[in-house]
Each structure stands twice: as structure tokens, then as C-alpha cells.
């Protein structure tokens, strides 16, 4: 059983340019949660998502940022006119269907290292 | 929001016990421990739900004290492959049953011979 498949595991960008990252989540899960990291510092929650809908987006910024987790294929996390501030590391988690996380563990992806040049 | 972590970094002897606490200013559902190496993803270590359970994973264990808002992450006899950042995650109770992890800022441990 794969685990959580993130890609690109690095993407150079320049500014204004726009970045989508990808994160197909194990099988059988229907719950993906996106989390960003700047070095040194801890996981930031951005967007909660399951299938076709999105639970709960209190940690994206209102501009630029936008993400989906379609019916069909991976959950996308798209960033339009990126700026040097985006640079990090954005991760994936996914758990299983259920009452969230509450009786369950959230299995990470490998991440997306952006670089905004 | 943000539960708080300490020590931020702590530095053992192989051998030597270490204690990392997380608390929160929210009421809490559960607690998740998680643990990161340099450049890898995040990876699980053990869950706590509201009850005060106690779990334990090999020489790891960790505790809840929900009246409190407290949990706190026991190393004992750490190995050089305990090294890493330890990052506690949160999840506050919701009636809605559905809350997204909250994570600390992490406690650097590092093992050395």
C-alpha cells in the first residue's frame, strides 16, 4: 500500500510565476490536510479538504492560494504569482475517513520544497 | 492557538531520559505526537485521546492530562535514532467532529555517544 505520493518533491519557481503541488493520498483515505513549513519552524495547517469539498481553509492566506481535491485525482494546492515568501516546504497529510482525526493518525508525504527565485 | 512546546532543545547523552511537554490554552479532543528528521516527512508516533489515556511505543511513552490541557512525551534510555524534532499536534474539541491538526513549533532533540 503506497503511503501519501507528493509531487514535485522540489520546484524552482521565479516570481509572479504560478506553483501546483500535488498529493494523491493513500488508499482508502478521503481526508487531506495541507501544512506549510519554513525552516526551523514547526507545521503550519493551511486547508482541510475532503472529496469535492473543502472543511476547513482558516490557514490559507485570502489571496494567491487556492486548493481542491477533486472526485477524481490528486488534491492540488495551487499558489498564483508566487513571491519569495512562499519559499518552503508544503506538506501532505491524509487519514481516513471518519470523525477526522480523532481516532486516528494522519500519514505524511515526503513534501513539496518550493523555491521562489 | 498554537499549543506550546518545551524545552525547544534539548540535548542527551545515549542512555539518558528526556521529557517534552506540549500544552494548550484550548480544550482538547486529542494529542498527537509526531517526529520529524532533518529533510523527511513527519512521522507518527503515537495518539492520545480525551481520558487521560497513557500509550507507550517501545521506549516512548506519553501522557494526557485533559484538565490541564496537557501532554507530555517520555523518552527513556534514548538511542542515537531518537534524534530529530518532536512536534506535538492538537486537535480542540469541536461539535462539529471534524478539526484539523494544530502543531506546536517543535523541540529539537539531539542524541550524541
Known amino acids: 500500500n503506497a503511503g501519501v505520493m507528493q509531487n514535485p518533491r522540489h520546484l524552482v519557481r521565479r516570481r509572479g510565476q504560478e506553483a501546483r503541488l500535488r498529493c494523491s493520498p493513500m488508499k482508502g483515505h478521503s481526508h487531506v490536510y495541507w501544512y506549510r513549513q519554513l525552516p526551523e519552524e514547526g507545521l503550519k495547517f493551511m486547508v482541510y479538504?475532503?472529496?469535492?469539498?473543502?472543511?476547513?481553509e482558516s490557514g490559507m492566506p485570502k489571496e494567491r492560494f487556492s486548493a481542491e481535491f477533486p472526485k477524481e485525482g490528486p488534491s492540488i494546492l495551487r499558489i498564483q504569482q508566487v513571491v519569495r515568501g512562499d519559499s518552503a516546504a508544503y506538506f501532505c497529510a491524509s487519514s481516513p475517513p471518519g470523525r477526522g482525526l480523532r481516532r486516528t493518525e494522519a500519514f505524511f508525504g515526503q513534501g513539496t520544497r518550493l523555491t521562489v527565485v | 492557538q498554537q499549543p506550546v512546546q518545551s524545552p525547544q532543545a534539548v540535548i542527551l547523552r545515549e542512555g539518558e531520559d528526556a521529557v517534552i511537554n506540549c500544552s494548550s490554552s484550548k480544550a482538547l479532543y486529542s494529542v498527537h505526537w509526531y517526529r520529524q528528521k532533518h529533510g523527511e516527512a513527519p512521522v507518527f508516533l503515537m495518539i492520545l485521546l480525551k481520558g487521560g489515556e497513557q500509550k507507550g511505543h517501545e521506549k516512548i511513552s506519553a501522557s494526557f492530562n485533559e484538565k490541564k490541557q496537557q501532554s507530555s512525551l517520555y523518552l527513556t534510555a534514548s538511542q542515537l535514532s531518537y534524534s530529530g524534532t518532536y512536534f506535538c499536534?492538537?486537535?480542540?474539541?469541536?461539535?462539529?467532529?471534524?478539526?484539523?491538526?494544530?502543531f506546536g513549533k517543535g523541540t529539537r532533540l539531539s542524541v550524541i555517544a
Open positions: 499536534g492538537t486537535e480542540s474539541q469541536s461539535y462539529s467532529g471534524n478539526t484539523p491538526l494544530v
Open positions: 479538504l475532503q472529496k469535492e469539498n473543502i472543511i476547513d
